[in-house]
């Protein structure tokens, strides 16, 4: 599996979200160029983590759903002798 890669567009708008929050919460100011090694610093060591609660995530939907059409199923089961 390869790294999360974001592209220029994404990059530009999360470097941006970046320097504003730092600017905002922390009062510190930051350029570009320190921005984007954080974003790449933040998506390398950090991201996964993000990414994996999000597979997490999305296999719980899954089974929900899963388990829904198996229940569907057996509510439209007909009995036969061999039923259980």
Known sequence: ?????????????????????LEDELDQEIGQFEAGFLLDFITREIGCYYYN????????VMAKRLDDIN??????EMPTELSK
């Open 1 to 21: 599996m390869h790294g999360i890669e974001f592209s220029s567009d994404e990059k530009t708008v999360l470097i941006a979200r970046l320097k504003r929050y």
């Open 71 to 76: 229940d569907a199923i057996y509510e439209i």
């Open 53 to 60: 609660r999000g597979l997490n995530d999305a296999q719980a």
